[in-house]
């Protein structure tokens, strides 16, 4: 079936608002400015520029909110019988989404760390080690048994992981200004981060989904818990001081946000890097739960793999990073290794031995996300 003008739109404005996420997080860590020393330094503040990944979430509760309140007053008026459902932001406690927004948190800022320390293509291949924890933590919490193809899907993934980690150490000399211990570090917080992003994972499948809750709704709510905690946490983070390659602001402390904001008076061009975040991660979360719901789960992790192409092409093209060619062969275990961890490619080689049959493929059409026996969404990174 062919897509339409609006789904093409949906899968377009996914594969770009991702990119610009990771890029300009990225692009603000490389600009220099006039840090409060008056030295001219990067811009290292990873857990400000978390807050601003936050603020970016939180705007899906605002999206969310206009968009319900509207569907409700045009039913009023219409005098549908549909206007008198229960109004699904009250119809549970919002402190649910309290614990996975700690744990939203504490990922993100690691990985922010980690995406300082090592190159934008690494951050977003490595990022695929979050199928092999959700694996393997909803096995122990979840009582989910593990089919065949999963686990192979999972030791696939590992190899991908391998390569990707080996190639940065082994050309970690080439088009970067970190040292290799850095990137080596900041490839290790990475897939650490996946083992967080993995227990928030299975906390949202034990304790929220029976509330049926709006994906957007879901988002903007950890946005904004993630936000005010983080924001709060800033003050503590002022007087912690912690060595490098954690730290090179004057102060050497975790996070110094008012030096952050000192660079980001001095050099214009890093708010419009943070303002890039803001806008892209709100428009990403709204892009890929309308492709879900448009086109399938599987498309949209089809498309997460092409965002990871766009970000290894576009760092290649400024330069902030060489060519290594074992990160192609990384990349390619790595979608192998979720495609067969998600049932895509099993369903794939099906549907060609079967030819032009129309007939649905174990369960899936065009416009399903691939389930498995029992009848869970696959995970999708």
Not at 145 to 155: N, V
Not at 228 to 234: A, E, G, P, Q, R
Request: charged share 15%.
């Amino acid at each position: 079936m062919a897509w339409t003008t609006y789904q093409l739109s949906l899968a377009v404005l996914m594969v770009v608002t991702g990119s610009i996420n990771t890029l300009s997080t990225k692009w603000a860590d490389k600009l220099e400015s006039e840090n409060s020393a008056g030295d001219i330094q990067p811009f290292n503040h990873p857990f400000l520029q978390a807050c601003t990944m936050f603020i970016g979430e939180s705007l899906c509760l605002l999206v969310f909110s206009i968009s319900h309140f509207a569907k409700k007053r045009k039913q009023l008026q219409s005098n549908e019988l549909a206007a008198v459902v229960d109004n699904p932001i009250s119809s549970f406690n919002p402190l649910i989404f309290f614990p996975p927004a700690m744990l939203d948190m504490l990922a993100t800022s690691t990985m922010y760390v980690g995406l300082n320390l090592t190159y934008a293509s690494s951050f977003q291949m490595l990022r695929g080690a979050v199928i092999i924890f959700t694996g393997l933590l909803s096995t122990a919490f979840l009582g989910r048994l593990l089919k065949a193809r999963e686990w192979l899907g999972m030791l696939t993934v590992i190899m991908g992981l391998s390569v990707v980690g080996a190639s940065d150490f082994i050309f970690s000399s080439g088009g970067s200004s970190n040292s290799l211990n850095s990137i080596i570090t900041g490839d290790l917080l990475i897939v650490m981060a996946q083992i967080v992003t993995a227990s928030q994972m299975v906390w949202e499948e034990k304790f929220i989904t029976k509330h049926n809750v709006p994906a957007l709704q879901a988002v903007g709510w950890e946005g904004l818990f993630g936000f005010v905690t983080l924001s709060l946490l800033l003050i503590p983070m002022y007087f912690l001081r912690v060595g490098p390659p954690f730290s090179s602001n004057p102060r050497m402390v975790l996070e110094d946000a008012l030096d952050g904001f000192t660079q980001m008076k001095n050099n214009p061009m890093i708010i419009l890097a943070m303002s890039g975040t803001v806008i892209s991660i709100a428009f990403f979360n709204f892009a890929g739960v309308s492709v879900t719901k448009e086109l399938s789960a599987t498309t949209r992790m089809v498309l997460d793999s092409v965002r990871t192409l766009v970000i290894w092409s576009v760092s290649l093209l400024l330069q902030w990073q060489q060519f290594y060619w074992p990160q192609i062969i990384g990349f390619a275990l790595l979608v192998t290794g979720m495609g067969v961890y998600n049932n895509i490619i099993n369903a794939s080689v099906c549907k060609c031995r079967r030819g032009s049959d129309s007939e649905p493929l174990l369960g899936v059409n065009e416009d399903q996300s691939i389930n498995d026996e029992e009848g869970r969404p696959s995970v999708i990174h």
